[in-house]
């Protein structure tokens, strides 16, 4: 058996221990009285086709391709909901200790998506399909907010981790890993194994690169934030993780492949995913500026263009996750919060003139030479069908 196959048989478990504990919950409002039995009914419904699909064998095309996007939308929400509902049932009905129940269910909720990932995603074979299916599951798991007992977690550390999105960072990891390798795509390099052309002057260059705005940083640091250090943390955690397993993993491994037809994908494809991570700090208008969140898609943009040149170039997604973290990190610590603050000054203005020289140049300059045929051949291998699981990519 495979590990798809070993998957497979989780998936139908799982989804089918769901429906079951939904179906019970259920019948119990029902008998209460209370209105939540019809917003249960429907994940019932929903669980039920998906689980006879699964056991029904010659389904007819068009129909297998309904229920997986039936279940590609539903199902993350459904098994976040009962994640939680689960959860909390477990502290209040059992009288079980809430931090050892909600640690525990964290770790299974790293895990929890992995096998939908396999079987649902796998399915997906339009390019347009997975991109949709990628960015969906990342409003989704990130943060679990949907029924989880913050009201009953009696630690401030763990409900940092479940708020700030450090949990769903991982978790997100896991399901980008596996859902990539269904789909045939990329593995992320764990353990690096480059080729004879791998220039290592270059890879100076991008560590001086990235030395240049994180000293900047580290300098503006004048004391470390009282209380507020591991909120801080889990941020930027969940930035450098999960906004890496994105934007740099996802998104350009689906990009590549469906643009592998263009000449010219590899700066394409680089510039729409920079593009894209840049658009994604439009949320922050919800709190900040205008002018502010101008700014910061700005140096998001050109960030972008310089960690997936990183990513591309080494093949390394811990690297670009290594960089990120520290980068917000200590931007972080500096200002006290994960937030723009302030109005911007001159040298706001001059600070990502700067950044554009030198990411926007070291970009350009890296789409040439031999530089441009390491990196073409390292786009080839993370989007060949050959890869199979393992510890890394060799080039």
């Given amino acids: 058996m495979t590990g798809r196959d070993y998957l497979k048989i989780w998936y139908r478990v799982q989804i089918g221990a769901t429906l079951i504990i939904l179906m019970m919950m259920m019948i119990r409002n029902f008998e209460l009285g209370r209105n939540i039995w019809l917003q249960l009914l429907w994940m019932v419904i929903v669980l039920g086709i998906g689980l006879s ?4 064998e010659d389904v007819p095309p068009i129909i297998s391709k309904i229920n997986c996007w039936l279940q590609g939308l539903a199902q993350p929400v459904i098994l976040t909901f009962a994640w939680g509902v689960i959860t909390r049932e477990i502290i209040t009905v059992l009288h079980m200790p ?8 964290i770790l299974y909720y790293f895990v929890m998506y992995a096998p939908f990932a396999s079987v649902i995603g796998g399915q997906m074979d339009l390019s347009i399909e997975r991109f949709i299916f990628i960015l969906w599951m990342f409003q989704i798991v990130i943060v679990p907010f949907t029924s989880l007992p913050f009201d009953l977690i009696e630690n401030q550390k763990l409900t940092f981790l479940l708020s700030t999105g450090a949990v769903g960072a991982v978790a997100y990891f896991v399901f980008a890993t596996t859902v990539m390798r269904a789909w045939h795509l ?12 791998f220039n290592w002057w270059i890879f100076l260059l991008i560590i001086a690169l990235f030395v240049i705005p994180l000293s900047g940083n580290m300098m503006s640091i004048d004391r470390l934030p009282k209380g507020g250090f591991f909120k801080l943390t889990c941020q930027a955690f969940e ?12 998104i350009l491994g689906v990009l590549f492949y469906a643009w592998r037809s263009i000449k010219q994908r590899l700066p394409l494809v680089i510039i729409t995913s920079s593009a894209l991570f840049a658009a994604a700090h439009l949320i922050n208008l919800r709190w900040q500026r205008l002018d502010l969140t101008l700014y910061q898609l700005g140096i998001a943009f050109l960030l972008g ?3 997936a040149v990183v990513y591309v170039y080494t093949g390394q997604l811990w690297l670009t996750m290594f960089m990120h973290f520290s980068l917000d990190w200590f931007s972080f610590l500096a200002t006290g919060t994960a937030m723009l603050t302030g109005k911007l000054v001159p040298g706001d203005w001059w600070a990502l003139l700067v ?5 926007g140049g070291f970009t350009v300059w890296m789409m040439f030479g031999t530089r441009r045929r390491v990196m073409e051949r390292h786009v080839k291998r993370l989007t060949g069908e050959h890869q199979r699981f393992g510890y890394s990519i060799r080039y």
Avoid: Q, T
Avoid at 186 to 197: C, E, F
Avoid at 355 to 359: D, N, R
């Fill in 53 to 56: 699909e699964e056991l029904w």
């Fill in 98 to 105: 809430s931090r050892g129940v909600i640690s525990i269910m």
């Fill in 186 to 197: 990329s593995w992320p390099g764990l353990k690096p194994n480059w080729s004879s052309d």
């Fill in 239 to 250: 930035a450098g993780v999960a906004e890496e397993s994105l934007f740099r993993f996802a």
């Fill in 305 to 307: 263009l310089f960690l």
């Fill in 355 to 359: 950044m554009l020289v030198l990411f």
